[in-house]
């Protein structure tokens, strides 16, 4: 049996490496791109909820006053899609106690959506590979 020298062995990366490195960093930056403002989004909505909530609590404000302060404050903050009903539900409607517990349905949807949309690219995209090979 004849040994390979060193320099007759591969070095580096195979074309195949590189093609399943290039995309798997396609799929992290999509994530990335579909996370990240979803997370500022989310956190952004979270902070406008706490102090409203707190703001309407000293006030001694009814859960139909509260939900037309976060209307108008939503509207300020150029959210025009958002309406306060989708966005939380109240769990104490109490004048000057109020609770509520905000929705995470729209979010969660929407990133199962772009996961799925992502691996069946990759998928029909590795299988067009493999056929013209």
Known sequence: MQQLSGLATQRGASVTNIVLIIMLLGIATKLTVAIVPAQI??????KLLSAQLKE???????????????????????DYDTKAEEVFTFTD??????????EYAIT??????????????????WQQQSKSQ
């Open 56 to 78: 309407a609590n000293s006030n001694n404000e009814t859960a139909k006053q509260f939900v037309e302060r976060v209307d108008k404050q939503l509207s300020i903050n150029a």
């Open 93 to 102: 409607k109490k004048t000057g106690q109020l609770a509520i517990h905000k």
């Open 108 to 125: 969660n949807n929407f990133l199962a959506m772009l996961i799925l949309l992502t691996v069946s690219k990759v998928t029909s995209k």
């Open 41 to 46: 989004g989310d956190y952004q909505l979270t």
